[in-house]
């Protein structure tokens, strides 16, 4: 198609005058001049319409240079086209174009056959925003079967505002600023980009190897940035603002192989940050050394973690197991888990990535009491998730000073509730507690917690410091048409109270032996509680709890709803010098 506007041809000879019929070296050139042409370059791929230039010619070759034009949906700039070796029995072909285009019509005129660019990558033209100013070269034999192996493709291009939400699954990538070259064995992509708004340097590197089957790929990719705690949750790395502070240089590659394999890998370097784990009772200050490394094998059907590693000072924590294709965990072992003074091996099994299986066994657990959440007034309780728990370590820490020993126990919740309790341990490593929550051959259950201290327990569980002695047994038991509400008494004998309320102490000191007790700082001496109790998942209600000393009583009965976290407690403090004066 188009229009010639002017045409000129040359042809130069060397004439025998003895034979004016024999030419020699002879030698032909044309030069057209053509407006709108249309010129269809390579089989499968859009003609270049719309084009403006100059065609020349030989013998040997004709080369077309234009200016303007399209391709698809792509804008041409300046292009020249080359066909040589007319005089030869082959001929060959060389396409350069350049262009300033949306990205996402580039990567459609990639996508044609033969070249099938995008195809072979697993990629959507539509799914690319932003523009790209692109250099390209092809060039082959004009063959009627053209293999590939026979075709050279060269470009070069500069991304502008890219975007792409389907490139990188779950990263929305936005404000790409990248350079991009490719050839027929690889495609390289290399700049910056905010991926779910965070900035980060990435590379991107595709390769293909000729196999019987077709062209296979294997890739490379590397995202590079420092990035905060609040910055990793938006990259799926969830990371709690109170346990890090200031930015993490972290680096992420991935590395697909020609096999059909995959590994992932993630390097942090955490010396630069402040790190806690106020669960554990661990912190670690900015500058001081500390790094992370987690390797992950990625096959067609499941996923392995290969390495997991997280070392500093006070940390050596190293994990093994199987994740599902999802990178859903299905098995993991902590061993060794050191981090500060805890030191023990957790062994974790999941289900549809719901965790259901705990054993912790090892020397030392430290697992802090934390500040309480405000929870609003008004609340629903959660479903349980089903979970069994076993454990089997020597110390347990529940604050700095506050500790069990000899810590066994298996335990096991249902989709109701916690079904059953068998645990025992040693308070302060000098008293012991039982805990039982046993299923019955008739589908109730029979509840009990048994010490000899009260006290000791409540110090070592960093409940409070209050309570000093006490003998303690709380038992009940559930019916068959309520399996997992609890009804029982309360029973505690010979227990001491320290740090009453002022008026308690007021009050109790108006004996004469209160006032001693009040003068020794001893705290005031119960004789017994006793009440009942009412528990299901929902709440604990106390009912006619009363408790006596030598000079003051109390009843009490309310409740403590589980989903706000608030206690409601009626009752009355009667000093025993009352009654004497009444008497």
């Given amino acids: 198609n188009g229009v010639i506007r002017s045409a000129t041809t040359k042809l130069l000879a060397r004439i025998d005058r003895s034979d004016l019929t024999a030419l020699n070296n002879i030698t ?9 042409a249309t010129v269809h370059y390579l089989d499968g791929m859009p003609p270049a319409s719309g084009i403006n230039g100059e065609a020349t010619a030989d013998q040997d070759s004709v080369r077309l240079t234009s200016r303007g034009g399209k391709a698809g949906g792509v804008t041409l700039g300046d292009s020249i086209i080359t066909i040589a070796g007319l005089s030869a029995e082959d001929q060959t072909i060389d396409i350069r174009l350049s262009s300033q285009s ?19 990558l697993g990629l959507k033209p ?9 250099e390209m070269q092809l060039a082959f034999p004009l063959l009627k079967d053209l293999p590939l192996t026979a075709m050279h493709i060269a470009g070069k291009a500069r991304l502008r505002d890219m975007a792409n939400d389907r490139l990188v699954k779950g990263l929305a990538i936005t404000s790409g600023d990248m350079d991009l070259t490719v050839d027929a064995q690889k495609l390289n992509l290399a700049g910056s980009a905010e991926f779910n708004n965070v900035r980060l340097q990435a590379e991107y590197q595709q390769h293909f190897s000729l196999q019987p089957g077709g062209l296979v790929p294997s890739g490379k990719a590397s995202l590079r940035g420092n990035v905060t705690a609040e910055q990793m949750g938006k990259l799926g790395l969830p990371v709690p603002n109170d346990n890090l502070t200031g930015a993490v240089p ?7 192989s020609f096999a059909g394999g995959a590994t992932l ?39 392995s973690i290969k390495e997991f590693a997280f070392t500093g000072e006070g940390l050596n924590v190293r994990l093994q197991g199987q994740l599902g294709p999802d990178l859903q965990p299905r098995v993991l072992t ?6 500060g003074r805890s030191d023990f091996t957790a062994q974790l099994a999941f289900q549809a990535g719901r965790l259901r299986d705990v054993a912790l066994s090892g020397a030392v657990l430290d697992w802090r009491s934390l500040p309480e959440a405000k929870t609003p007034q008004k609340a629903e309780v959660e479903e349980s998730l089903p979970l069994n728990l076993t454990l089997n370590l020597e110390k347990v820490y529940r604050a700095p000073q506050a500790y069990f020993t000899t810590v066994r126990g298996e335990l096991r919740r249902d989709a109701v509730g916690w079904d059953k309790m068998a645990m025992r341990a040693v308070a302060a490593g000098r008293v012991p507690i039982t805990i ?29 410091d209050q309570v000093h002695e006490g003998k303690m047994l709380i038992s009940g038991n559930s019916t068959v048409q309520e399996p997992y509400r609890i009804m029982g008494k309360i029973d505690l004998k010979n227990y001491r109270v320290r740090k009453l309320p002022a008026l308690a102490v007021l009050l109790n000191a108006v004996s004469i032996t209160g006032f001693a007790e009040m003068m020794a700082g001893e705290g005031l001496n119960f004789d017994r509680l006793e009440g009942g109790f009412d528990w299901n998942r929902q709440r604990l209600g106390l009912d006619d709890v009363r408790t006596a000393g030598g000079a003051l009583g109390l009843n009490a009965e309310g409740e403590m709803a589980f989903a706000t976290n608030r206690m409601n407690l009626r009752g009355t ?11």
């Fill in 102 to 120: 949306k990205i996402s019509e580039v990567m459609r005129l990639l996508d044609h056959p033969p070249l099938n660019y995008a195809g072979k």
């Fill in 28 to 36: 032909l050139n044309s030069t057209l001049n053509f407006e709108n």
């Fill in 334 to 339: 902590c061993k060794p888990c050191k981090i």
């Fill in 126 to 134: 539509e799914t690319f925003g932003g523009t790209a100013d692109m």
């Fill in 436 to 464: 039982s929550l046993l299923p019955q051959a008739n589908k109730t259950r029979k509840f009990s917690i048994v010490t000899d201290d009260l006290g000791d327990v409540l110090r070592a569980a960093d409940i409070t």
């Fill in 250 to 256: 972290l680096t992420l590659d991935y590395d697909q």
């Fill in 265 to 303: 890998t993630l390097q942090a370097d955490l010396t630069p940050v402040q790190l806690r784990v106020p669960r554990l009772g661990w912190e670690k200050p900015e500058r001081q050394a500390a790094t992370g490394r987690i390797k992950l094998q990625l096959d067609k059907d499941a996923a």
């Fill in 573 to 583: 403090v009667v000093p025993f010098s009352f009654f004497n004066a009444v008497i």
